[in-house]
């Protein structure tokens, strides 16, 4: 078809190239979503010719690549079809939605991808501005990139978020300094002013930023909007749900950690020390806010208002994060209201997800108390159970919201017995995993063991305490999982692995020969990996004596003996990301 195209046997319109420049956007994000790698035909499954695909990256490049032909074509008058806004947010939305399917290049693919979507949105502005194109960007041009940034989860994701959003305040509002260019001036920009869409990315990109300002800005943003909206009724700027659950997700991942500007909480926190007091009061606003809205949605009917099952699944995140026995409790009680809704209405924007179940479980996993890992597999096998009556009944949820359990589950009730005091946790661990190994050789590719998995499983392993024999069936645990992990050809070890391995042997092995022969062995294990670094110069330090650390470190060891952690070949450190 392209070279159809391009040889004018079939004139294309701007129709033609959108249906292009979109079907590239629709295989980008395909497979994204996929992590796939192969032909349009064989991931999406179609009956169209086999175009190769190496990633979703290959196909924004193709969807950038038709919109600059597009436009180039018709600069030098090759064609009368120039690009619409429509065909600049089609590219930008690919390199948006576009992920890389590996895990050792993840961010900084994401970053790159985020990049691209900014650059193709500057060069339709700066083209605009400049007269060369008559295609002003748009807000929903510029929410592309902001949420490419948001999704991306840099160390600076929100700023260059706000920045964009800063941006079409800037041009929307005249104060660009544009006034002198062909279409600078102020009416040319209405369309590009944020409106609430821009608001809920940009949050979003907050609620997982690390600045400290962040709970404060998302805060006063809201209350910013819903002043605005009060007095314009501007449907652009209306908050909505999403508003809201954008901040409440924001209490939940930045209310340990910032002072938002709101004072403590009258109610006081279940926990103890500063973070805990400030999670217990994010939590408890945050509930504030889903009470709020719940109200709202009561008194004027208004959909946008309506709780979903994202808003109760964050402020059961918000509790589950105080790591306190009473939060969980409030979080296990929000589980079973939005249940009991969904069971009494059938509403299926309130039916809660395994991403409900599984911030509740998380609660729990961060206690101490004796009853947190049982309570954990209690919910666990709750879901397992809602699950299998789904299939039972034949029904089918949308990708994400079902009830099934994932590895994060799995690996979360895992995380609930390695925190607690039992001294069989290295056997209950093991049994989780097992079951997880044993459904995944099954078919179910979601609850596939992560190499987090197994490092927690390991990680109980070394926690274990009670007699001799019970710390000696955990060592051999750990040996067998680490084994395990050795076969299992989608994960590989790391050097939190080896760390949590030689933590094993200095916990559970008693200072001696054979202490050493085994660190020894695993320090050897872990060169030859060219994984090793401080932390596990430190816990081999721990785990063998005096004489074997410094024989096995001599060659980093200074002339006044003292063993120096900065100075580790390259060789031996050469996998450690």
């Known amino acids: 078809v392209a070279e159809r195209i391009r040889g004018d046997i079939v004139r294309p319109d701007v129709t033609s190239y959108n249906l292009v420049i979109r079907a590239w956007s629709k295989a980008c994000s395909t497979l994204a979503e996929g992590r796939g790698r192969g032909t349009i035909r064989n991931t999406i499954g179609t009956d169209m010719p086999s175009i190769g695909v190496y990633s979703a990256r290959d196909a924004a490049s193709h969807a950038e690549a038709v919109l600059y032909d597009m436009e180039t074509r018709y600069l030098d008058g090759i064609i009368d079809v120039a690009p619409v806004a429509s065909s600049y947010n089609a590219a930008i939305d690919a390199w948006a939605k576009s992920r890389c399917d590996d895990a050792a290049e993840l961010a900084e693919a994401v970053r790159d991808a985020a990049s691209h979507a900014e650059a193709v949105l500057y060069d339709m502005e700066t083209r605009y501005l400049?007269?060369?194109?008559?295609?002003?960007?748009?807000?929903?041009?510029?929410?592309?990139?902001?949420?490419?940034?948001?999704?991306?989860?840099?160390?600076?994701?929100?700023?260059?978020?706000?920045?964009?959003?800063?941006?079409?305040?800037?041009?929307?509002?005249?104060?660009?300094?544009?006034?002198?260019?062909?279409?600078?001036?102020?009416?040319?920009?209405?369309?590009?002013?944020?409106?609430?869409?821009?608001?809920?990315?940009?949050?979003?990109?907050?609620?997982?930023?690390?600045?400290?300002?962040?709970?404060?800005?998302?805060?006063?943003?809201?209350?910013?909007?819903?002043?605005?909206?009060?007095?314009?009724?501007?449907?652009?700027?209306?908050?909505?749900?999403?508003?809201?659950?954008?901040?409440?997700?924001?209490?939940?991942?930045?209310?340990?950690?910032?002072?938002?500007?709101?004072?403590?909480?009258?109610?006081?926190?279940?926990?103890?020390?500063?973070?805990?007091?400030?999670?217990?009061?994010?939590?408890?606003?945050?509930?504030?806010?889903?009470?709020?809205?719940?109200?709202?949605?009561?008194?004027?009917?208004?959909?946008?208002?309506?709780?979903?099952?994202?808003?109760?699944?964050?402020?059961?995140?918000?509790?589950?994060?105080?790591?306190?026995?009473?939060?969980?409790?409030?979080?296990?009680?929000?589980?079973?209201?939005?249940?009991?809704?969904?069971?009494?209405?059938?509403?299926?924007d309130v039916r809660p997800n395994y991403r409900t179940y599984t911030a509740v479980i998380g609660g729990w996993s961060k206690t101490r108390d004796d009853t947190a890992p049982h309570r954990a597999e209690r919910i666990l096998r709750h879901m397992e159970m809602l699950h299998a009556g789904m299939v039972a009944k034949g029904e089918r949820s949308a990708r994400g919201e079902g009830v099934k359990p994932n590895s994060r589950t799995y690996t979360t009730v895992i995380n609930a017995w390695v925190r607690s005091r039992d001294n069989n946790k290295a056997q209950h661990s093991l049994r989780i995993l097992k079951k997880m190994i044993d459904l995944h050789k099954r078919g179910d590719a979601a609850v596939g063991p992560t190499l987090y998995t197994y490092n927690a499983v390991m990680e109980g392993c070394a926690k274990c305490r009670g007699t001799g024999e019970d710390q000696v069936q955990a060592l051999k645990i750990a040996f067998a999982v680490n084994k395990a992990l050795g076969q299992n050809k989608n994960v590989e070890a790391n050097h939190i692995t080896y760390c949590i391995l030689m933590k094993c042997v200095q916990k559970l092995l008693p200072a001696g020969e054979e202490r050493n022969k085994v660190a020894r062995a695993v320090f050897d294990k872990c060169k030859e990996a060219g994984l090793v670094d401080p932390s596990v110069m430190r816990q081999l330090q721990m785990a063998s004596d005096r004489d074997l650390f410094y024989d096995l470190c001599k060659s980093i060891t200074d002339m006044r003996g003292r063993v120096n952690f900065d100075h580790i070949p390259q060789e031996w450190k050469k996998n450690v990301r």
């Not at 400290?212 to 800005?217: G, H």
């Not at 991942?253 to 938002?260: I, Q």
């Not at 020390?273 to 109200?295: C, D, I, K, P, V």
């Not at 402020?315 to 296990?332: F, L, N």
């Open 130 to 348: 400049d007269g060369i194109i008559d295609v002003a960007p748009v807000a929903s041009s510029y929410n592309a990139a902001i949420d490419a940034w948001a999704k991306s989860r840099c160390d600076d994701a929100a700023e260059l978020a706000e920045a964009v959003l800063n941006r079409m305040k800037h041009l929307s509002d005249g104060r660009e300094g544009n006034q002198g260019r062909v279409n600078g001036a102020k009416d040319k920009w209405e369309r590009a002013a944020p409106d609430i869409v821009s608001y809920n990315s940009l949050m979003e990109a907050w609620a997982h930023s690390s600045d400290s300002d962040a709970l404060r800005k998302a805060r006063n943003a809201l209350e910013m909007l819903q002043d605005k909206y009060d007095k314009t009724s501007d449907p652009r700027i209306k908050p909505n749900i999403r508003t809201v659950n954008q901040v409440i997700n924001c209490y939940a991942k930045r209310g340990a950690y910032d002072d938002d500007g709101e004072g403590g909480d009258e109610e006081g926190g279940g926990g103890s020390g500063r973070g805990a007091e400030r999670a217990w009061s994010a939590a408890r606003r945050a509930e504030r806010l889903l009470n709020g809205m719940t109200q709202k949605y009561k008194e004027t009917g208004d959909p946008d208002f309506k709780p979903d099952a994202t808003t109760y699944t964050s402020v059961c995140d918000a509790y589950g994060r105080v790591g306190d026995v009473a939060a969980s409790e409030r979080a296990e009680s929000l589980l079973n209201r939005v249940e009991k809704l969904y069971n009494e209405t059938g509403d299926p």
